[in-house]
């Protein structure tokens, strides 16, 4: 494994460290493929929250990030916004966030472009879990 790859590796433990202590998300759960708000279910203020502290945390530049372009309401929340969600918002993934502390800036355009490639290699590389870091 070469220094960016352990690097990586390093981010995402810290982020799935970060979704434990302020979600109560387990860290085995947390891959690079996971999205917040589908996987997760990061929503609104939750949602807000989370992405400041992670911005702070990390000393990362919210460059052009909106919450509103990729978190619903966490209020009046219902099964048919669920079922409607995906129209309009991008779901930020932990891979995003891996990419944004490496850059050093937030910059949805990059993020964009990668998901789109990366969907076509889907599961080379990407199937990363916590615990196999854990072992190394």
Do not use: C, Y
Not at 2 to 29: C, F, G, T
Not at 46 to 59: L, N, Q, Y
Not at 62 to 75: I, Q, S, Y
Not at 113 to 129: D, E, L, M, N, V
């Amino acid at each position: 494994m070469n220094s960016e790859d352990r690097k990586r590796e390093i981010w995402l433990l810290q982020i799935a460290s970060l979704l434990k202590e302020m979600h109560l998300v387990p860290r085995e759960k947390v891959r690079l493929e996971t999205r917040l708000s589908a996987d997760l279910g990061m929503e609104g203020d939750d949602a807000r929250e989370f992405m400041e502290e992670f911005f702070h945390r990390f000393s990362v530049n919210r460059g052009d990030f909106r919450t509103d372009e990729h978190f619903g309401p966490e209020a009046g929340w219902s099964p048919l916004f669920f079922l409607l969600r995906r129209r309009g918002l991008r779901d930020v993934r932990v891979s995003q966030l891996v990419e944004a502390i490496r850059r050093g800036r937030w910059d949805a355009a990059v993020d964009e472009i990668r998901q789109q490639q990366s969907g076509a290699k889907s599961g080379t590389g990407t199937r990363t879990q916590i615990e196999n870091t854990q072992e190394q």
